[in-house]
């Protein structure tokens, strides 16, 4: 039996990872450039308002864009129909969903304690509508692997949003300066999404196509529901319990984790839950991709996981103030989410490649509730503890979606975990070693020059641990580099 190969090195060139890590990368160093420039000038606070209105908003998003993409991307046979009905559905709830935040504004305001909220929220209410309207063209450049189409609107909506948002926290608009960064985003991303050739489409019903689609949606509805609880849940717990400066804090903590997920693991899962379908009517082949699939996410999500928590230190002292330094410890804990975090965007994908969608749900609701109970016991001890919890409750869980994996297509989840410990080993080690010395560097050149040293030690000290517990995988991790610096150097000449 062949063995499954998910990201062929030799056709690395028009791979649609590359597309999918260039969106993510770009958008991630653009929101940590825009970020370095907001955070002296707006501080921790506004960060926590926003992310209370986000809240809210990013349900009725989620509830509405992401299960409208995914039923469209997994259903088999897909028509104009389908477009249309998804279409006239997901705007239709959008705009109830904007009435329902216009209108519950002074309520939140109140109930959360902040003056500046109700603004933000009443601002934020056409936000829904505006990425509903995106849904359908999303689905259709997904299902064609046009990912440098989305690529690019995602790039180019970032940048123009990030403009806006400087400008109006450089007049003192405070939160609103966040506010208006996210609607110039998304209203560019409409722009140039429904300029497309490839996506035009108008609105229709049809009880038929929409009957179909009901099935698809519900299970991605609850997936989908499920993550966006897990993210934002605890966010609003300690918006309540903590206030909006701590709360800046975490956000920040967990927006440093979401780098590295959105950079290193989204882009092989995304393209991996398309390209799996090839394997639904043989299991074993399905579990054979999967542990391939994972291993070739760990031999880097791992590293620059415990990397980025042995750098935190260092980087906060050399870019932020005095404001955002109680900070340093909590984004080192979630830093380390990204481990067995990689395990579960893994196992999804497998999931929506099998078309299991009903098993990714019951995962996502495990983790949901399990992240929102951890963190309301946690609160009453401080963000240090809550994050702390929150490792402990992702390893914890980590079991839950590798036995999912193991209903879908027979992968061991033991066999999945052993197979990634040397892996992990080679990781730790290399960041106890920049732990170690990071400040003895810090001391001889100072903070900021030390940042892209200890970047160089970490790569040092890996590369050959991992040579020796991967070496394999290591050698097809840097003919892939390799291949694609020779493709972007072409390009450029």
């Known amino acids: 039996m062949r063995v499954p190969r998910i990201f062929s090195s030799s056709q690395i060139r028009f791979s649609p990872v590359i597309w999918v890590t260039i969106e993510k990368l770009t958008q991630q160093g653009m929101w940590l450039l825009l970020f370095l420039i907001l955070a002296p000038l707006l501080g921790p606070k506004p960060y926590g308002v926003f992310a209370i209105a986000m809240v809210f908003v990013g ?16 259903i088999t046979d897909l028509d104009a129909s389908h477009l249309r009905t998804v279409n006239l559905c997901s705007i239709a709830a959008a705009i109830f969903a904007g009435a329902i935040i216009f209108g519950s504004a002074d309520f939140l305001a109140q109930w959360f304690d902040s003056v500046e909220l109700r603004p933000a929220l009443m601002m934020l209410a056409p936000l829904p509508t505006i990425s509903a309207l995106t849904s359908v063209p999303i689905a259709i450049l997904s299902r064609q692997s046009r990912f440098d189409s989305l690529a690019l609107r995602s790039i180019v909506g970032l940048a123009i949003g990030g403009a806006v948002g400087v400008g109006f926290a450089l007049s003192g608009a405070g939160v609103q300066s966040l506010v208006a960064q996210i609607l110039a985003q998304r209203g560019t991303e409409l722009g140039m999404l429904w300029a497309s050739p490839h996506t035009r489409v108008g609105l229709g019903w049809s009880r038929l196509h929409f009957t179909n689609l009901r099935g698809y949606v519900k299970n991605v509805l609850v997936s989908r529901t499920m993550s966006w609880a897990v993210g934002q849940i605890p966010r609003s717990i300690l918006g309540w319990y903590l206030g909006p400066a701590d709360l800046g804090l975490f956000v920040l903590a967990s927006r ?37 699939l994972v291993r070739e996410t ?3 999500s ?17 870019l932020l103030d005095n404001r955002w330094q109680p900070g340093i410890v909590p984004a080192q804990i979630m830093a380390l989410t990204v481990i067995p975090l990689t395990f579960y965007y893994c196992s999804t994908a497998v999931l929506l490649a099998a078309q299991k969608l009903h098993l990714d749900s019951q995962s996502h609701v495990v983790l949901a509730v399990t992240c929102a109970l951890t963190v309301l016991v946690a609160a009453p001890f401080g963000i240090n503890s809550v994050c702390s919890a929150l490792l402990l409750q992702s390893t914890a869980f980590l079991l839950v979606p590798l036995t999912m994996v193991r209903r879908a297509c027979g992968s061991s989840p033991f066999v999945v975990i052993w197979e990634q410990l040397p892996l992990l080993g080679a990781a730790g080690i290399m960041g106890l070693g920049v732990t170690v010395v990071a400040p003895l560097i810090s001391l001889q050149i100072g903070h900021m020059a030390t940042i892209p040293v200890l970047i160089g030690v970490g ?30 150097i072409t390009k450029i000449q």
């Not at 996981?305 to 002292?317: D, R």
């Not at 641990?465 to 610096?485: E, Y």
Request: charged residues 15%; glycine residues 0%.
């Open 59 to 74: 349900f009725f998003e989620i509830a509405i864009v992401a299960a409208a993409v995914e039923a469209l991307v997994t």
């Open 256 to 292: 440093l984790v979401d780098m590295i997920m959105q950079v290193v693991i989204v882009p092989r899962s995304s393209v991996a839950r398309i390209k799996l379908r090839e394997f639904n009517k043989d299991p074993t082949a399905m579990a054979r991709a999967f542990n391939i």
């Open 298 to 300: 760990a031999i880097l």
């Open 459 to 488: 790569v040092a000290i890996y590369i050959p641990l991992a040579a020796l517990a991967a070496p394999n995988d290591i050698r097809r991790l840097i003919h892939r580099v390799t291949s694609t610096i020779q493709w972007a």
């Open 302 to 318: 791992f590293p620059i996981s415990c990397g980025l928590a042995s750098i935190v230190p260092t980087v906060f002292a050399a």
